[in-house]
Structures are given as structure tokens and as C-alpha cells.
């Protein structure tokens, strides 16, 4: 110690201008480059030799205390590794901090979908009329109310008068119909069948047209004042009446009018008979009789039914899922289900049959063609390319695990083996291998079914073990732990320096105005200093993460604002630091020296001044690197600080330590990391240490 | 004395308002659709009363956040003086009513933490002074440093992984046990000291450090002193000279700074309390913040400044009354 301390003495006078000192100083290192090539240490000295005592310029004193010091050294060798690792390590490291990774994996996936068809499509037979748009769209509903009656047919009447019957052929199958209609007359009894205002333009029959002639006549019969009397005209009579200004013109008595042909001699009475009935029958042929106005009835005949259409909640399952079936397979196949059972389509003839309860489609080779299912069996994808025995697999389950409330919910069924690589897995013979796999049916809503099911999948390596790739494993986003190491060490040591080069920045300056001018500047200046002291800091910067949270900030603009929050937070110490030291400088002889002579005050401050309190500045700014790490990573644990997709210490160790669970399970990412800041903090606070008693020798006393 | 009390305490309500007036200009800063989404969102919750459009009538009669930050403040600061602080938007109580409810659960931890800090703190600073340079010396100095480099969030990690996780001794969160409501007062108050356990340990590990280095360096100081070499010169034994002589003076700093935190206890621990979920202010406040309830965050922060300037009188206040040297100027 007492070696040191002359050297420091010598420190001191030289600084101080002291000339003697000087010229020693110089002699000493004149003579230190004279002996420089002689062994030191093995010259005898003597009392009087001015060399007795080694002198050292202050630096090298410095670096030479620092150096003995053990702590400062193991402090300085972390910070070098740490330097190493943040920075160069990414270099040399193959992995980027956001690259994921991915692997090959089984997991739960939605293999396919199950949809119960409910509503029905609509296959319309070839050759058949038109039907309107305001039927056809209602003809679930017209389904809905048949089977909520129970009933076999449903007449439906459309709006333009056409009658239509839907006809239940079975479960699933309905056909729409509608009759051929042929009129064969009109029967008139006391009808009136036309009527006018007196002019032939608003001359009107009511429903059967007599033709012109009759309109002319009625015209002039009114014209010449023949009202309310009976008049014949081509072998009828007629009437006509006035009821104020309208002319009505009534047959009397009763009168057939065929449009055609007459079906025969009694076919009139057998008419007059029916009136109130509606309908009736003549030499084996339906008759309809409608009412079409006052005393008018049309007589019509009741054809053949002609199918339109045929509806059907059938979904057609194809073996071969690569052929689309045609329409005219589809259609045919539907009518036949409930018929005859075969059919033809395309030119091929096919039979449909029954197995276990479920209805099947052979060609006429017996090789099926499809299946009839009512669930629509799709990849979740919504491709149709399931196999048939799947789809029939799967419905079967549903409809199992309907029947026991849920208690059986999963089925079995081979699907094509994918090895750990995620590729297909083949025999020799080139032939897939399939593997038995189970499903579990889950119930999104009434009618609807998700196939799930273990499979191997290319997804995200997430929290993968420490591996040969990854050294430290990879986190939950599947990025290597290792790199996310280097790139948060670059991060937090970049703030931490930024940070602290901010406030000595902000610090010196207002420190050295307020110590060097002092009065109301110092005053004024300490206040603001006092002012900052008290606005706590962790709570603001939890604000700030609060808010930028809430705008959505982008990270590296939000790693900005935050460091130029702790810089702005964090100078009133180093201010205080420096006034202190001026305002004690500033009272020593040298800076009086300074002033007599004149020189400026800006060289005063920057070339004398802040020299002299650079030794306790460097002691706080590699204290507070460490601290600024510290807030750093606080406050990214909290995630509040730097966000994701950036890497740093603090939200590597929030994102694996929120349950018992993980905190166990990861403790080889959070540790390591933990120790990471634990070490570099210390690293400076060592440095610190060993640069502040190297600095001055006496406080370590 | 007297003078020099009430300049100093003048001086802190002048610094109080300028520390009030940079905080409220930071929460005014929040996006500008901030109080409105709140007003949304006060008026949304069950059991509100008002509409939205009331409800922002209202926070912007009582916080003034449509007169600019100036006359905001100003309103701001009239209700306060009148003690004020309105009702917190995260707890749906009065800020103050909410304060009183977890201010003690802090204060009690913060005392313990306090006391365990005193207890091995200041012991091992001494004995580190009096064996400068030994090993002693070194593992204390290096473990102060350790303590003070690490980060609270590590620590608690480290500890729930220690005595929550692997011994099961405590539990990881909370401050009640699953069976709390069945234990009688005796055993609730046992329950919620075992769930202090590893907040106030986090707390004490991380604080040590500093007042260690402190003891120590005053220590050295005073060993090093001339009535020191006097008191060992005349003979007198080593424990004599430790315990009356050296100690005594090393307490006279110790109680300068000790006597400056003890505003600190009612600051609470903010990471801490958040990591262990002990719902004391730091806890309170911490929710407070990042959800945005003004209230309640600007009660919290004028608290923690008055909390500052107060430890700072106090310390400037023991600094006179401990050493009569200084009372002189």
C-alpha cells in the first residue's frame, strides 16, 4: 500500500502543475526508455537513486491496481466472454433469433368432417316442365311439413295455378310431380259470362271466350235498349241486366261447351251430377271439375303424372374417388332406390343393395361403384377423396355414438402410415402400408362432427429438448434458446450501454453547468435534479409498457423509447455526482491558476474539470450498465419491456415460468439464462469495483 | 432547526408538485381515445349506472383530461388536496379505501424484510471489515455484490424452484392456502406468514448487498481511525475496542441511512409482490399501471415521491441529530 500511495502523491503534485514533479517525471521516463532494454529489477538500488521507486503515469498505475485485483479480473473475463458470446457469437452461430424450427411430429389433427345432410338435393328428371322458383326453393320446408304430418303426399299449388304433388318414395327420397291437365269443356248454368259498361272496349267475358260475333251482337242488343229480356243467339239464351251503369250478360238455363271433342253421350249428366262433388269418373278416366267464376265450370281431364323432380338427403360416396359420378347415375339411382332396385345410366346398367343396413351400388359386373351414406364425409380440407370404407366407418361410429350418448366416441380405421420423416411409408412391392388408427369423433354442433386423429405432421419445434441442433433446445415459438441467448445479450448490452451513455451525457452537462456556475443556475438545476430523484422509475416504465402495449408499438421503436426513458430517468444521480466533484474542484488551486489566467470557461469545464471526475464517472457508468440490465430485463419479464419477435434475457426467462409445470419442465432454458444476467451483471459490478479502488486506492482502506 | 425543518419541507412540496406535474404529463400522454375507451368500458361493467357519454362527462370533470395538461393537473390537484383521488377504475372502490385495505400486508412484509436485512447485513459488514483481505473478507464482499446483481425476478424464480417446486414447502402464488377458510385465526395467521416466506427471503437476498458493502466500508473507516489505534495503544482487548469503541461510530452512518428507509417500508416491493401475487401496494399498483387506472396510479406515485422526499428529510434530519459535528454548521 504505501508504494501506491507515493505514486498516487506523484499523481496528484503532476496533475496540479507542479513543475518539479514535472521535470522529475520527465527525467524518470527518460530514464525508464534508457533502462529499457536491461533486465529491471536485477540493478542494485541505492538509497538516494531517484529509480527506487518504479514511476508509472497515473493510467498505468491504474490498469496496473486493477490487474492485481483477483475480483476485478474474473469481473473483466466474464464481461470479455460475454462481449464474445452477445456479439461475435452470432457470427459464427448458424441459427437467427426468430428462425423457427420445425420438425416432424404426431399430434391431434382434424383428419375430416362430418356433416349430417339434412336438407335435400335435387336431381331433376330429364325431359320434365319447368317448375317455378318460389316452389322449388321451398321444397325443404314442403319435406319438413310432410314428415312432421307423417303424410305420404303434400299437394302444393303454385301461385300461377299449377298443381304439383310431392310423393314420399321413402326414408330420404321424395319425387316431385305434377298432372297433365287436359280441358275438355266448360258447363255453364245461369252463368254470367260477360259483362260491359255499354262500349265494346270494356266488353269482358268472365271466363269462356264466345268470340267476336257474340261481343258485336251483345253491343248492338244494348244499343238498341233490349234490356232485361231474354234473346237467343246461336241456339242459347242470353240475358242481359243492368245494374246502374254495368251491363251484365247471363246465359240462361245450362249449356256445355267442349273444347275438343264430346267423351260421349251421358259424359254432360255425369257432369251435372258431380258439380258439388268436384270430380268424378267416365269410362274409367279421371274428370276434375273446377268453378271458374258465377255458374262457369271447367271440366278437365286428369292426365299422367309428370315427374319433375326427384329429392333426395342420399350422399353418393364414389369407390373410385377420382370419377366424378354423372348426373344421370345420380338421378337414376335415387329413383330406383326405393323401385326396382336397378337402373341405368350412361349406357351401363347397375343394381343397388342392401348390406348391414346401409345401401351400396354394383355395377353389372358386381363390382361396387358407391355407397349411399347420410353423413357428407369430407377431409377437413373439404376434399372428397376419403375411401368409402372410411366414410362408412365413421358414419357408423357417429351413428353408435349417437345411439350411446357419447359413451363410444372413437372408431378405428387403417390410414396410410407416414414414417418420422413425414413421408409415406411403402412396402417393397411399392404398395402403401396403412396402420391402424383411431379417431375420436368431437361434436362441434347438432349435425356436425370433427375426425380426429394422431398423425405425423411438419409443425414447429416447440420446446424441444437441449438436442445436437439445438444446444439449449427451443422455446415455445420453436426458435433455438442458444441464438435467442446471443441476440438478448446483444440487446440487453447494448441498452445497458446506450442507456448509461445517455445519462452521463445529460448528467455532465447539467452536473457541470450547475457545479462550475453554481448561484441560482446550481439552485435552479438542483431542484430539477431533485425533481427527477423523485419520479419512481420502475412504475413509470411500467406505464409506458403499458401504453405502447395498447398502441401496439413496433418492438424495435419501443426498444428506442424505452432506453431513452431509462437515460431520461436515470441522470440525476450522475448530475449530483458531478456537481459534487466540480463544486470541490473548482475551490483547488489549479482551476484558480486557470482562471488568472484567463482561459476560457469552456475549456475550463471540458478540458480540466470533467478530466478530473472521469475516474468516478467510469466507476458509475460500469456500476450502472449492470443496473440498467437489470431494469432491462425486469421489466422484459414483466413484458413490459422489449417484445417479441425479439430476443432478450428477461422475456426468454417470463415465457417458461408461469406455472409449477414449466418452471420444472424448462428449467434448461431459464436457467442457463438466469445465470447469463446474473453474471454479466456481476461482471460489472466487479469491473466497477476494481476500476473504483484502482481509481483511488484510499477508499479501498 | 426549525428553520431548516420547514425549508426543507417547503422545498419538498415545491418538488412534490413538479414530481406530480412530470408524472400527470406522462399519463396524459396515453392515446388519445384512452379516456374514451375507458368511459366505454367503466359504463360496460356490471352494476354501472351511467352511460358512457356520463361517464366521460365525468372522468373529464374529475381528472380534467380535456383542459390540457396544465389545467388538468390543476383540477387534478385541487381534489387530491382535498384528499380526493377518486375511485380506482382496476378495483372499483375509492383509491384510498383500497390503499387502506393493502397497504399493511405490504408494510408487514417490507418490516420483515427490514429487520432480517439489519440482522445479517450488518453483522457480516463488520466482520468482513475486521478481517480485511481475509477469505471472509472476499466471500462477503462477493456475496454482497452477487446479491446486488441479482435480479429480483431470477431469485423468486430460483426460490419457487427450490422451496416451492422441488420441497413443496410453500406455495408458488397467493397469500392464502387452498384450505385458508377452514383454519382458525391462529392458523390463518400461520397460512398467510408461510406464504411471506419466500417474498420476504427474494426481498432480504436482494437487498443485503448494499447495507453489507456500506457497513463495511464505515467500518474500515473508523477502524482506521486515529482514537481507534489510541483505544488498542492503552491495551484495551480487541472485543472492547470492536463492540465500544469502533462499533459505536460505525452506527452513527448506519442510522443516517437505515433511518432514510424507513419511509421505504409503506413503498412496497413491486416486482416482488407482483411475482408472488401477495396483494399489497406494490401488487395493487402494479395492475393499476398496466391497466390503465389513473386514479389509482397517480395516488400511487405521489405516495412513492412523498415516500422519497420524506426518507431524504429523514435522513438529512438523523444526519444533525446522530453526529453533533454536524449540527455545528
Redesign the interface.
Known sequence: MRKSDENMDRKRNTSKGNTLFQALKEKASKDAIDHSGEKAGDEPLALDDTQRTKILSPGRLVVKRFFRNKLALVGLCLLIFMFVFAFLGPIFYPYYQTQIFYKFDSLLIDYASATEKSDYTLYPLPGAPDITFNVLNRFNSYITDMKAAGADEYAVTAQDGIEYTIRKHGEGVYEFFTHDMNPVGTYFIDAEIASTDGTLSSFTYSSEDFGEDFKAYVGEMIASGIIGEAFEYDGSEYEITRVRMRYTVTLLGTAMKYSDRAPGGDFRSAVENNLDAGEFEYEGKAYEIKGAGKGIYNIIEQGEDIGILIASSFVFNSYDTSVTLSEEFRTNAVAAIYESGTFTADGNSYEIYEQNGDLFIADSLGNDVAALGSYAIRRYSGQDTLPVGFKDTAQDAIEMMLATNGQIDTFIYPVQMINADGEFVFDELGDPVFEDTEFKIATRVTGEYVLRCEQITYLMDMYAPPSEQNWFGTDGDGMDILARMMYGGRISLMVGFIVVFLEIIIGVIIGGVSGFFGKWVDTLLMRVVDIFYCIPGYPILIIMGAMFDKLKMDPYQRLMWMMVALGILGWAPIARLVRGQILSLREQEFMHAQEATGTKVRKRIFRHLIPNVTPQLIVTATMGVGSVIIYESTLSFLGLGVRHPLATWGTMINSVTGSSEAIIRFTYIWVPVGFLICLTVIAFNFVGDGLRDAFDPKMKR | MIEFLSKRIL?GI???F??ML??YA??Y???MS?VERMAYDLSARPGSLKSSAEWLAELNAKYGFDQGILGGYFIWLGSAFKGDFGESWQWTVDVTAKFKEVIWYSFALTATVFIFEIIIAVPLGITAARKQYSTTD?SI??IA??G???????TA??L??IF???LGWFD?FGMQGRNYLLLDDFGKFMDLCAHMVLPAMTLTIVSIGPLMRYTR?NM?EVL?SDYIRTARAKGLSERKVINHHAFRNTLLPLITILGGTLPALFSGA??TE?IFAIRGIGYT??YS????DIPF?MF??MF??ML??LANLIADVLYAVVDPRVRVN
Do not use: D, Q
Not at chain 2, 148 to 154: G, M, Q
Not at chain 2, 289 to 292: Q, R, Y
Open positions: 422545498m415545491v418538488i412534490l413538479f414530481v412530470v408524472v406522462v399519463m400522454s396515453l392515446p384512452y472476499y464482499t462477493v455484490l452477487i446486488i446483481s441479482l435480479p429480483t425476478f431470477f424464480t430460483l419457487k424452484l416451492a417446486v422441488h408458488m466500508t474500515l482506521n413491486l416486482i407482483t399498483s402494479f399501471m398496466i391497466n390503465g396510479t400511487y406515485l412513492i415521491a422519497t422526499l
